[in-house]
């Protein structure tokens, strides 16, 4: 049967400190945490072009199977990839807990390494990675395509299994305001529950953005586009936030993002609000400009997955025209994004749910941990910089490891 647990801070941390990697699924909110355990059922695996436009009705099929049966957890919880024909990774769980936001005090949860120590290997290089933002650009000044976004990894390999848990913590402590999550990925029939089992795949990352939201009639999406990295000097960091939210690069990039979300929300809603000017968000390693979308859906019966599918992927995680971004990221990425720029989250069987940006985030299997990182290339992008944002952008993983000085090729961040 749904446990269900007080919404305070005290019971937020103790499902914190309950989450055991292989076996659950953890996400925390501005609004709640919740902590679900074991898999009643798995979404069958669906592969091919219409896998993100029928996933709203699957898993609505699969959570009516779920109350028909008597069985106390009407909501599905996990992640959608990327890519729009791959398969999603979503159960129904044997049990779900629920609490409010995460809250922390100071002698709470003291942070510790995740790991002892990481070899540390950058794909693309570098130089690599310049070279492509430099090959996006000369497609820009072509005029079919306005904005494209090129991502990098970086693959750690750890002298001992990595504290999944343990990374867990270090990320909620410093993302309360944000979204941070932890799916298990591990394939079907392989059984661990524990962060070191052979097999086992996590997915793990604080995310500041929020895809979709809905809560009966209501909806709120929160697009971020246009970063800059924190300093740690309080002038310049004050700075960096005037200097981006006065870029008309970044603000056109923004605009353009906010444009797509509200084009794709629109034929769902009575009504969307939508803000002038966008405003200032910051994690503890960026700025970024943020808008605030909230409206009224016309038919509440409507599903935050369905919004969410309707949304994904947005400019600001692949680029625009979606279609042509699209073929080139998969021309000039050395690597499958898998999770990374897709979304996490849960739904219910009333299709409310929260659905956040699977971005700041990391692969973990055993020893190997593999982090992502993208940068938005408009006209007027430089290579360098590009390359700076992204390693700026990793910055929440690697602290949250214990790396608390640059690692990436000698550069030094922002």
């Not at 935050?304 to 025209?321: D, E, K, R, Y």
Request: hydrophobic share 40%; aromatic share 6%; proline share 6%.
């Amino acid at each position: 049967m749904l446990k269900q647990v007080a919404g305070s801070a005290a019971s937020a941390t103790a499902l914190l400190e309950a989450y055991q990697a292989g076996s659950a699924f953890f996400f925390s909110s501005p609004k709640r945490t919740l902590l679900a355990e074991g898999e009643w059922a798995r979404l069958p695996e669906y592969e091919g072009p219409d896998a993100l436009r029928s996933l709203a009705r699957r898993v609505a099929e699969l959570l009516a199977s779920a109350e028909r049966s008597g069985h106390g957890t009407s909501v599905a919880v996990g992640a959608v990839p990327f890519d729009h024909t791959k398969p999603a990774q979503l159960v129904v769980p044997q049990t779900l807990q629920w609490a409010g936001p995460l809250e922390f005090t100071p002698d709470v949860l003291a942070e510790q390494n995740a790991a002892s120590a990481f070899e540390i290997r950058e794909i693309p290089a570098p130089a690599e990675y310049e070279e492509g933002v430099n090959r996006i650009l000369a497609r820009l000044q072509q005029g079919d395509i306005q904005k494209v976004v090129l991502a990098r990894s970086l693959h750690l390999t750890s002298s001992d299994s990595v504290n999944i848990h343990q990374l867990l913590r270090n990320l909620a402590r410093h993302n309360t305001r944000g979204y941070t999550f932890a799916a298990n990925l591990t394939p079907k029939g392989v059984r661990s529950a524990a962060a070191d089992s052979e097999g086992s795949r996590t997915l793990i990352g604080a995310s500041p953005e929020l895809l979709v939201a809905k809560t009966g009639p209501y909806i709120m999406a929160n697009p971020l586009a246009g970063s800059a990295a924190r300093s740690d000097d309080p002038r310049e960091d004050e700075r960096r936030a005037a200097s981006l939210l006065a870029s008309a690069k970044d603000r056109h990039e923004h605009a353009v993002v906010v444009e797509a979300v509200v084009e794709a929300l629109r034929p769902y809603c009575k009504h969307l609000d939508v803000p002038r000017e966008p405003s200032l968000v910051q994690t503890n390693t960026m700025w970024h400009l943020s808008t605030e979308i909230n409206g009224e859906l016309i038919d509440p019966s409507t599903s935050s997955l369905q919004l969410a599918a309707a949304l994904h992927p947005t400019p600001a995680v692949c680029g625009t025209p979606v279609d042509q971004a699209r073929a080139v990221i998969q021309e000039l990425e050395p690597f499958d994004r898998g999770f990374f720029t897709g979304m996490v989250g849960w739904c219910d069987a009333n299709g409310d749910g929260e659905w956040a940006v699977t971005i700041r985030c990391a692969e973990v299997e055993g020893r190997v941990i593999r982090l992502f990182a993208g940068a938005g290339i408009v006209l007027g992008s430089n290579p360098e910089a590009e390359l700076l944002e992204t390693s700026a952008k990793f910055r929440t993983m690697l602290l949250a490891m214990g790396l608390n000085q640059p690692v990436l090729a000698g550069r030094k961040e922002g």
